[in-house]
Nanobody, 122 residues
Framework: VQLQASGGGLVQAGGSLRLSCAVS????????IGWFRQAPGKERVFVAA????????YYLDSVEGRFTISRDNANNLMYLQMNSLKPEDTAVYYC????????????????WGQGTLVTVSS
């Protein structure tokens, strides 16, 4: 199983980025997926999650209304659209796939991508 995250980079505050995560060796369509982030010197924290069908989503309060998680089950892809970025959004972003139940905890996810760095300048 491999999750390959991409789309990170350097952006000015107020800008946008779209993160992608390609999944191989694992059928995504029956599993919840999530995005987490880890800033330097801090713990990995939940950002967004979506259930297997796309019918339920959860967001970190500070990104609600700015970030949108989505999935393309037919192509085993997942996305995180990030708008109105702020310097405090700077972190390494990780995609993850879980087992059955949508979760905000790292323990709820079995498979993890390698991370993609997002840097937001002020």
């Amino acid at each position: 199983v491999q999750l390959q995250a991409s789309g990170g980079g350097l952006v000015q505050a107020g800008g946008s980025l779209r993160l992608s995560c390609a999944v191989s060796g694992f059928t995504l369509d029956e599993h919840p997926i999530g995005w987490f982030r880890q800033a330097p010197g801090k713990e990995r924290v939940f950002v967004a999650a979506i259930n297997y069908s796309g019918g339920s989503t959860y967001y970190l309060d500070s990104v609600e209304g700015r970030f949108t998680i989505s999935r393309d089950n037919a192509n085993n892809l997942m996305y995180l659209q990030m708008n109105s970025l702020k310097p405090e959004d700077t972190a390494v972003y990780y995609c993850a796939a879980g087992d059955v139940v949508i979760s905000k905890k790292t323990s709820g996810y079995r498979y993890w991508g390698q991370g993609t760095l997002v840097t937001v300048s002020s």
